[in-house]
């Protein structure tokens, strides 16, 4: 795709670059407690520019809000967080409308976007699933399967709030998996798009054609600051999500699905590319700059390819018996949020194993000739005051124990020391199994062992534990 240096280019690279005087502080952890968010809107009571009201409220009775912005005849409808854990967009709004609310150099801009357009935002259209840090609402609904069957209190408020506004234009905001890649590259994506389909056929027609070319000037737009980073997003038509539906009404159907930037776990680098993404598609949507752009430059956009692994080891030895076999041994990271704690903590699953030389992954270690053991669970019993000291503990993983046993029983599941920790009465079935926890050990005659502690491989002593082990 050739790349057009439209007036909306110009503007998105200007607000990418005074980004840091919008950015919402306090919102900086990717979990956000709903009440915060509510506490943070109501600071919009008396602005003359932002109208805030509550919608309504969600089955635990949260409130659920929107943000009025404008009074051009064309609505844009946008919403994040359906799924409670995706928090990316809700965040980037929280900036976006600092953007709206300040004087600023942009004013010009601004008024002349808010004559054609009127936005409304309901940002964390679930609450309760946001509250817990699930994907789901309180009823264990995925809102994003509740469009026509509208079982849930939140699927009905969007449904509403769509049918009295008839947007010309709708943005549904989410996070996605660590599983992709962009196209078959080694690229995981740092935002997925997608012109929401219609039908199964995947038909076009104008509202989607729309979708497509606004779609086709984002990657245009975004292409200098993350290049090979941008991927089309699975396109099968879904019949019970609200993309689809509103796209059968007739809707040009933006699907934003925030991905992965290297070291950026609250996703902050990802909430700005949304501020500047968004803000773009309001300008191009209200001054039609989008017909500089085709259908084909759409097209283009790589696919994401569902082949992406946080850990992939390769050609480690793998005996069952006496057979040996040469394998590869993907891991994938889970993450829970620990309230008490205030601290998200990992998980490590072993994904696949077998010949993955389909798969990618954001670290790969090439472990040929090293064969694969179990790690051991200690002899002794210890309390919190005979606990391993750190040097202890890596003697303890040298002579291949990575799960210490304790006396006393531990209501916690994540434990901050670099080993395991094993309940009383616990059993532990550590072997190479699919769906296990990712504990294992590699060893070569005359090589230092490798030791995977809760997915992370090290060599202990050696290299820093970076992250969190299992209480079981
Ligand atoms: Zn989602």
Redesign the pocket.
């Known amino acids: 795709m050739v790349s057009k240096k439209t007036t909306n280019k110009i503007f998105a690279e200007l607000i990418f670059r005074e980004y840091e005087r919008f950015y919402q502080s306090g919102f900086e952890n990717f979990y956000v407690e709903p009440k915060k968010l509510a506490s943070h809107l109501d600071n919009f009571k008396n602005s003359q520019k932002l109208k805030v009201c509550q919608i309504g409220s969600s089955l635990e009775g949260r409130s659920i809000n929107k943000i009025v912005i404008g009074n051009g005849p064309a609505n844009v409808l946008l919403w994040s967080q ?2 409670g854990d ?1 928090s990316t967009a809700t965040r980037a709004i929280l900036d976006i409308l600092n953007f709206f609310e300040k004087e600023n150099e942009f004013d010009e801009i601004k008024q002349d976007i808010l004559e054609k357009i009127t936005i409304t935002i309901i940002p964390m259209l679930n609450p309760d699933g946001a509250k817990k840090f699930t994907r789901r609402n309180a009823q264990q609904i995925d809102l ?1 399967r509740d469009a026509v069957a509208l079982q849930s209190p939140e699927a009905n408020l969007l449904f509403e709030e769509k049918s009295r506004l008839a947007p010309g234009l709708c943005l549904n905001l ?2 996605q998996e660590n599983k992709y890649s962009v196209g078959f590259t080694n690229n995981a994506p740092v935002i997925s798009f997608l012109a929401t389909t219609f039908n199964k056929e995947k038909d076009l027609n104008e509202s989607r054609k729309t979708a497509m070319k606004i779609i086709a000037e984002c990657a245009d737009i975004l292409s200098d600051n993350v290049p090979g980073h941008i991927s089309r997003y699975d396109d099968m038509f879904e019949p019970r999500g609200f993309g689809d539906n509103f796209a059968l009404a007739g809707i040009p159907l933006i699907l934003i699905e925030s991905g992965w930037w290297k070291n950026d776990f609250h996703k902050e680098y990802v909430r700005k590319l949304n501020f500047v993404t968004i803000l773009s598609i309001f300008r191009s949507f209200a001054k039609a700059i989008y017909n500089h752009f085709l259908i084909e430059d759409y097209s283009q956009i790589p696919e994401n390819v569902d082949r992406m692994n946080d850990l992939i080891i390769r050609n480690v030895r793998y005996y069952v018996g006496d057979v040996f076999s040469k394998i590869d041994i993907s891991i994938k990271h889970k993450w829970d949020f620990n309230h008490n704690r205030n601290k998200f903590f990992r998980k490590s699953i072993i994904a696949d194993l077998g010949d993955l030389s389909t798969q990618t992954a954001e670290k790969e270690v090439n472990l040929s000739g090293y064969r694969i053991f179990s790690p051991k669970v200690s002899d002794y019993e210890y309390s919190s005051d005979t606990f391993p000291t750190e040097e202890q503990i890596i003697e303890l993983i040298k002579s291949d124990v990575m799960f210490v046993r304790l006396k006393e029983k531990s209501d916690d599941k994540y434990s901050e020391k670099p080993i395991n920790i094993l309940n009383p009465n616990s059993t532990l079935d550590s072997s190479l199994k699919i769906d296990n926890y990712a504990n294992l050990i590699f060893k070569k005659d005359n090589a230092e062992p490798y030791y995977l502690l809760n997915g992370e491989l090290i060599k202990p002593g050696i290299d820093y534990f970076e992250s969190n082990c299992l209480i079981l």
Do not use: V
């Open positions: 359906m799924h995706e994003n989410h996070d």
